[in-house]
C-alpha cells in the first residue's frame, strides 16, 4: 500500500491581487463527507484547471473532481504577471535564448495559446482576460540594448518576429523616460491572470467538473485500484490521480532535495484616475519584461482588466520552507516603489495598493515533472517560473497520459531526464540567495 502524507500546506503573503480587484466571487464549495470520482485532480491553477479541461475532452461522462486548498485565483495564479509567452524565454540566460529545440517549445507554447483561446471562446470568457497583444522586452542601458540585439538576431535564426523600438516610441508606448529601447514581439498573450482561471473554473463547473475548494489535501493512499483521498472534512475516492501543485510536489515527498522554491515579489497601484492617467500618458494597456532576466517586470491594465492599475514587479528569494517572511515582503516593496518612480518621476511617492509574494519552483536544470509517478498517480509539476504557459501544457499532458493518450506534448516532457539534486542545506539557501542579490545589483536600471 502507498501512501503519501503531505508536509506543508500553502502559505501565501499578502493578497492575490488580480483576484482583489474583480468582484467578489460566489461561495465555496468544500468537499464534505465521502465522495468517488474517475479522476481527482489537486489544485486549482492552470495545471490543474487545464487537466481537468483536457480530462473532459479526452474521456467525456467521466467523473472529475477538483481538489484547491483555498480558493480559485487566490494562489499562484493570481500572483503572477500574466504574461503567456511562446518564444524562448530562458530565466537563466542573459537574453532568454534557450540553448535547447527552440522551435519545439515554440510550438509547444503556442498550443498552450491555442487551447486557452479555445477555452476563451467554449466558456465565455471575458476576451479582455486573454489579450494577444504581445510584449515588449524594455532595456534601459548599452548591456541591456547588446542582449535585445542578441536576442532579435536569435528570433530571426528561428524566423520569428521582432520590432526595435526607440526611445521615444517605449516613451509613446509606457509613458516612461526610463527605456532607452525596446524589442516587441506580437505572440506573447496578456492575461488578466484571475479572471481567466475563474472562467475557467466557472466553465468547466457548468460542463459538470466538481471544483472543491478550501479542500486542502492531506494525502492520499492507494488501496487495490483506488486511490483515497483525504482533505480534513471529506474523502475522495479516485481511480486516477493527477498533482498539479508544482513546488508543493515536494510537500507530497516526491522530488525532495530536487525542487528550488523561490518567491518573486510584486506590488499594483490604485485605480489610477482621469488626472493621474494624465500625467501618466501612454497607452492603456502594455506589458514589458526586463531585457535581463533579473529586471523589473512593469504592466498597466485598464479598467476592462480591473481598473487602470500599473504592475510592478521584482525581487526574487530562495525559500525552502515555501513560506516568504514579511521581511522578504518589507524589502521587496521598498525595491519596487523605488523601481516605481524611477520609470513614472510623474508619479513618483504614489503609494501602492497591494504588495504579495508569489511562489513559483524551478529545477537546477530547467525540465519539468510532467510524468506518471506510479501507477495511476500523474504530476504535471516544476513550471520553472513559466506557469502559464508551462503549467498549461504539464496540465494537458498529465491529462493525456492519464487517458492513455501520446502527443507532441507527452513526448517532450517524459523525454526529459529528472531535476537534479540541490546542495544540501544551509548551502542551498545561503549560495542561492547570495547569486539572487547578485544578480539583482547587476541587473541595475533593469
Not at 35 to 60: K, N
Not at 79 to 104: C, K, V, W
Not at 253 to 281: K, S
Not at 384 to 400: H, I, S, V
Amino acid at each position: 500500500m502507498t501512501s503519501h502524507r503531505v508536509r506543508r500546506l500553502p502559505v501565501h503573503t499578502g493578497p492575490a491581487a488580480w483576484n482583489a480587484i474583480l468582484a467578489p466571487q460566489e461561495a465555496a464549495t468544500p468537499l464534505e463527507g465521502d465522495a468517488t470520482t474517475d479522476f481527482a485532480v489537486i489544485g486549482a491553477g492552470f495545471a490543474g484547471l487545464s487537466a481537468a479541461r483536457r480530462l473532459t475532452q479526452l474521456a467525456p461522462g467521466a467523473r472529475v473532481a477538483v481538489l484547491e486548498a483555498g480558493r480559485v485565483a487566490e494562489g499562484a495564479a493570481g500572483r503572477n504577471s500574466g504574461f503567456m509567452i511562446d518564444l524562448p524565454h530562458e530565466l537563466t540566460s542573459q537574453d532568454y535564448a534557450g540553448t535547447g529545440d527552440d522551435r519545439t517549445m515554440i510550438a509547444l507554447n503556442r498550443m498552450a495559446q491555442e487551447f486557452g483561446r479555445a477555452a476563451v471562446e467554449e466558456y465565455g470568457i471575458d476576451p479582455a482576460f486573454f489579450d494577444p497583444s504581445g510584449k515588449v522586452n524594455g532595456a534601459a542601458s548599452a548591456a541591456a540594448h547588446a542582449h535585445n540585439e542578441s536576442y532579435a538576431r536569435h528570433l530571426a535564426s528561428l524566423n520569428e518576429p521582432s520590432e526595435m523600438l526607440d526611445a521615444q516610441a517605449m516613451r509613446e508606448l509606457t509613458g516612461s523616460p526610463h527605456y532607452r529601447s525596446g524589442l516587441y514581439t506580437p505572440g506573447t498573450v496578456m492575461l488578466q491572470p484571475a479572471g481567466y482561471v475563474r472562467g475557467l473554473a466557472a466553465g468547466l463547473r457548468r460542463a459538470g467538473v466538481a471544483i472543491h475548494e478550501q479542500s486542502p489535501v492531506t494525502g492520499f493512499t492507494r488501496q487495490g485500484d483506488t486511490w483515497r483521498v483525504e482533505t480534513p472534512k471529506g474523502r475522495l475516492s479516485a481511480g486516477k490521480v493527477i498533482l498539479t501543485v508544482n513546488g508543493h510536489l515536494e510537500s507530497f515527498g516526491i522530488a525532495r532535495g530536487r525542487l528550488m522554491q523561490v518567491f518573486l515579489f510584486a506590488t499594483m497601484t490604485p485605480d489610477l484616475d482621469a488626472d493621474t492617467l494624465g500625467r501618466l500618458g501612454g497607452r492603456p494597456r502594455w506589458g514589458v519584461t526586463p531585457s535581463d532576466p533579473m529586471g523589473t517586470t512593469m504592466r498597466r491594465i485598464d479598467t476592462a482588466q480591473g481598473g487602470n492599475r500599473i504592475v510592478t514587479r521584482t525581487c526574487a528569494v530562495l525559500r525552502p520552507g515555501m513560506r516568504a517572511t514579511e521581511a522578504d515582503m518589507a524589502r521587496a516593496a521598498r525595491v519596487m516603489q523605488r523601481k516605481f518612480d524611477q520609470r513614472f518621476p510623474q508619479l513618483a511617492g504614489m503609494r501602492m495598493e497591494h504588495a504579495w509574494a508569489g511562489h513559483l519552483c524551478l529545477s537546477l536544470n530547467g525540465v519539468s515533472v510532467m510524468r506518471e509517478i506510479e501507477p495511476g498517480l500523474y504530476s504535471a509539476c516544476v513550471q520553472n517560473g513559466l506557469g502559464t504557459a508551462r503549467g498549461t501544457l504539464t496540465g494537458m499532458g498529465a491529462a493525456e497520459l492519464a487517458c492513455d493518450t501520446m502527443s507532441a506534448i507527452t513526448r517532450h516532457f517524459t523525454d526529459q531526464v529528472e531535476p537534479k539534486r540541490l546542495p544540501p542545506q544551509p548551502f542551498r539557501e545561503i549560495g542561492a540567495n547570495a547569486v539572487l542579490r547578485w544578480k539583482e545589483w547587476r541587473a541595475g536600471d533593469e
